[in-house]
């Protein structure tokens, strides 16, 4: 993630075996860590990754501010009550230190975090939503949670106070999934903070004809959104294409017009 300065893995692999393909399997793969997609859907925990983390926080104490988790594995990975419990104990000692946990996750939230006597009220908690189709997750994200009910336990948290945000990203092309964009801001439109990212390491997205004008319009779209509903916008570096954006200038709507003028300023 842009701007996280520190980050936590306390697993290696994931059991959701995310098919986009998944950055972080392909460069553990890479570098001998995993053999294969199997070998990465069975995740090994960090054994005494509290233990490390007590000496980590010893050594950097006071220059810590936040804690991103994770970008290497999903701490709450579904239906993994181990690696769970494990990830609310570390969420808990970090809370502790006054470190605030930026987390994010495809599986379903523990109603437990809401309780701010444990944990830290300034959190932010996150889910991965770039699609509403069931049919779409199970190819993507075969084993992980469903959407609905990712954004109902993020929903369940924004309920109790808490910080929720969304990354939208690997955002795929119209040949990949024919959706409109604006039904998934629409649902997740409770959320403070949105992360919009184009999808890479695949050819479907190139072979895509006009895939920098779909993706340019979508940027469009979520920063018109977002400055309606008050939500804070973030384009992932790459998405947007701003020669494109000049070329297609004139078939944009008046709002969209207005938001491609600062974006080419
Ligand atoms: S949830 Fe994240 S870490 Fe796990 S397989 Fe999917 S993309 Fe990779």
Same mark, same amino acid.
């Given at each position: 993630m842009e701007g996280a300065a520190y980050s936590l893995n306390h697993? /290696?692999?994931? +059991?959701? &075996?995310? #098919? $986009? =393909?998944c950055y972080a399997y392909l460069m553990k793969k890479r570098f001998g860590k995993f053999k294969d997609y199997k070998d990465w859907r069975e995740p090994r925990v960090v054994e005494n990754s509290l233990e490390l983390l007590e000496k980590e926080l010893g050594k950097l104490k006071g220059r810590i501010e936040s804690v991103y988790m994770c970008f290497a594995t999903d #701490? !709450?990975? $579904?239906?993994q009550k181990e690696i769970i419990g494990l990830s609310l104990e570390i969420i808990k000692r970090l809370n502790k230190e006054g470190i605030k946990v930026v987390t994010i996750s495809k599986g379903i939230y523990s109603? &437990?975090? +809401?309780?701010k006597k444990i944990f830290g009220a300034d959190n932010e908690y996150g889910s991965t939503v770039v699609s509403l189709s069931e049919e779409f997750r199970k190819k993507y /994200? =075969? !084993?992980?949670?469903s959407v609905n009910d990712r954004i109902k336990s993020l929903k369940k948290l924004h309920d109790a106070g808490l910080k929720t945000w969304v990354i939208m990203e690997p955002y795929p092309t119209p040949n990949i999934i024919k959706q409109d964009i604006s039904e998934i801001l629409e649902k997740i439109s409770f959320i403070d903070e949105v992360f919009f990212g184009r999808m890479n390491y695949s050819k479907l997205v190139t072979d895509y004809k006009g895939y920098k004008s779909f993706y340019n319009y979508n940027v469009l779209k979520v920063m018109d959104f977002c400055g309606k509903k008050g939500i804070k916008c973030h384009i992932k570096t790459g998405t947007l294409d701003k020669n494109q954006l000049n070329l297609d $200038? #004139?078939? $944009?709507?008046p709002a969209f017009k207005k938001i491609a003028d600062k974006l080419s300023a």
């Open positions: 697993v /290696e692999g994931c +059991t959701h &075996g995310c #098919l $986009y =393909p #701490l !709450f990975m $579904y239906k109603s &437990g975090l +809401t309780d /994200e =075969p !084993f992980s949670a $200038y #004139l078939n $944009y709507p």
